[in-house]
Nanobody
Framework: QVQLIESGGGLVQPGDSLSLSCAASGGSSSRYIMAWFRQAPGMEREFVASSTRIGGNVYSTNYADSVKGRFAISRNNAKNTVYLEMNNLRVQDTAIYYC?????????????????WGQGTEVTVSS
């Protein structure tokens, strides 16, 4: 069983940066595709970013168009942790951000295929 715990959320102003962390327990997460999703108030859950192993310790990344060029997902396998660096934050980035883990064979943007989810961390972007 894998447990995911997000942290790092908070209140920031537009244009600020914020880094989120997702700590995994119950085994190594290196073989999993790791992803971030978010859900804004009154909105549906949406894909944000993912990191998929493509060979050895090499990973590929995917991003939603809305965050491409602003957000970056990274991993520290020694700490069994995945990060989401968010830059140039916008008001519309306000949401609860969730960490997810799933098998490497799934489509990275398909939420239904992820087996494990964290409890979420809230990010509020407001002036």
């Amino acid at each position: 069983q894998v447990q995911l715990i997000e942290s790092g959320g908070g209140l920031v102003q537009p244009g600020d940066s914020l880094s989120l962390s997702c700590a995994a327990s119950g085994g190594s997460s290196s073989r999993y595709i790791m992803a971030w999703f978010r859900q804004a108030p009154g909105m549906e859950r949406e894909f944000v970013a993912s990191s998929t192993r493509i060979g050895g310790n090499v990973y590929s990344t995917n991003y939603a168009d809305s965050v491409k060029g602003r957000f970056a997902i990274s991993r520290n396998n020694a700490k069994n942790t995945v990060y989401l660096e968010m830059n140039n934050l916008r008001v519309q980035d306000t949401a609860i951000y969730y960490c997810a883990a799933g098998p490497e064979s799934i489509a990275p943007q398909t939420a239904e295929d992820y087996a494990y989810w964290g409890q979420g961390t809230e990010v509020t972007v407001s002036s």
